[in-house]
């Protein structure tokens, strides 16, 4: 199975390199993951392709308009049907990773970039199935949020990655961070490594790493525990 990931935005060139390194490239080579950048201003209207507009009602800032928007979204639709037409945006639901898991078992995912006010309100009430904001900050546009977003995702793509560098064991992927890791030297500077992870006692070690994820979720996020309740 391939993943599909298309994306709609006005600033393509931001999307050139994020997809061409490490995993998310491997995922690729791999034939796992394909994605696709779809520039906005060849739908664009009239000989300006012009994408946005003044904002209905006054006040600052633009809009992006429905139609160009739509129309890329038709013809897209034509060589694929999507399981999810998401739209990046701060007032969606905050991505985690659960959402990720989920969406990583789609086969065909369009995500729409957001720029300036926004996409017209028309759209998100017609053709978006989902809204995800990566976070309580606002972005100058939703192409950094794309390119987490398939991040995130790809990387949890059957086949994607290797035994060493399994999700299972990644942060969230059982409500608690990771515990904490050591390479080589034993000592550096005096600092010492634990010495539990020097015995080669499997079951001691395995003990600890739970505990370290507690240790660690419980100072850093405890908040991660409350929801658990
Ligand atoms: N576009 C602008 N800010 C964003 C955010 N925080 N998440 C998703 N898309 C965005």
Redesign the pocket.
């Known amino acids: 199975m391939i993943l599909h990931i298309d994306i709609i935005s006005i600033v393509p060139e931001l999307l050139d390199s994020p997809f061409r390194h490490s995993i998310l490239q491997r995922a690729q080579s791999r034939g796992l993951l394909n994605v696709n950048v779809i520039d906005l201003r060849a739908y664009g209207l009239g000989k300006n392709r012009q994408i946005d507009d003044y904002q209905y009602g006054g006040g600052a800032g633009m809009v992006m308009m429905a139609e160009p928007i739509y129309l890329a979204i038709q013809t897209l639709k034509k060589e694929r049907s999507y399981d999810e037409i998401i ?4 007032d ?1 639901e905050k ?1 985690n990773q659960q959402m990720a898991n989920q969406l990583s078992l789609h086969e065909n995912i369009l995500l729409i ?2 720029h300036y006010k926004g996409i017209d309100e028309r759209l998100r009430e017609h053709c978006i199935t989902r809204e ?11 192409e ?3 390119a ?1 977003m398939v991040d995130a995702i790809g990387r949890l793509i059957p086949g994607v990655l290797n035994d060493e560098t399994s999700a299972l064991l990644d942060s969230f992927q059982d409500g608690l961070l990771s515990p904490a890791v050591y390479t080589r030297p034993a000592d550096f500077l005096g600092w010492k490594v634990p010495d539990v992870l020097l015995s080669g006692h499997e079951a001691a070690i395995e003990n600890w790493r739970e505990q370290s994820a507690l240790e660690r979720t419980q100072k850093k996020r405890p908040d991660l525990l409350d929801d658990e309740l």
Do not use: H, W
Request: charged share 5%.
């Open positions: 739209y990046m945006t701060p969606g991505l970039c957001g995800i904001s990566i976070g309580d900050y606002v972005l100058s546009g939703g950094l949020a794309a987490v």
